[in-house]
Nanobody
Framework: VQLQASGGGLVQPGGSLRLSCAVS????????MSWYRQAPGKEREWVAR???????DYVNSVQGRFTISRNYARNTVHLQMNSLKPEDTAVYYC?????????WGQGTQVTVSS
């Protein structure tokens, strides 16, 4: 199973980006899918999660600004990021829990700078 993240880029503070994670098989039945991020010199941080039943959860620092969603027809998970701040700059990774396995995709760089 492969996860392919995309949608990163350079954006000014206050701007928006939408990240996508394409999965090579059906995402139905996944226990959860998440986005993580890692800023330079920092540990990887969990950002958002969507559970199999549709419940979502967010780290406090992005609550109200980021929205995680999924599209079963396209086997994708998205992270809509609004009101971006310089501290959101990081490499963003998508992850999935499938059974007892944790799957990771490659990262996509998000840079928030004026």
């Amino acid at each position: 199973v492969q996860l392919q993240a995309s949608g990163g880029g350079l954006v000014q503070p206050g701007g928006s980006l939408r990240l996508s994670c394409a999965v090579s098989r059906s995402i139905r039945g996944f226990k959860s899918m998440s986005w993580y991020r890692q800023a330079p010199g920092k540990e990887r941080e969990w950002v958002a999660r969507i559970y199999g039943g549709g419940t979502t959860d967010y780290v406090n620092s992005v609550q109200g600004r980021f929205t995680i969603s999924r599209n079963y027809a396209r086997n994708t998970v998205h992270l809509q990021m609004n009101s971006l701040k310089p501290e959101d700059t990081a490499v963003y990774y998508c992850s999935a829990v499938m059974g007892t396995a944790i799957l990771w995709g490659q990262g996509t760089q998000v840079t928030v700078s004026s």
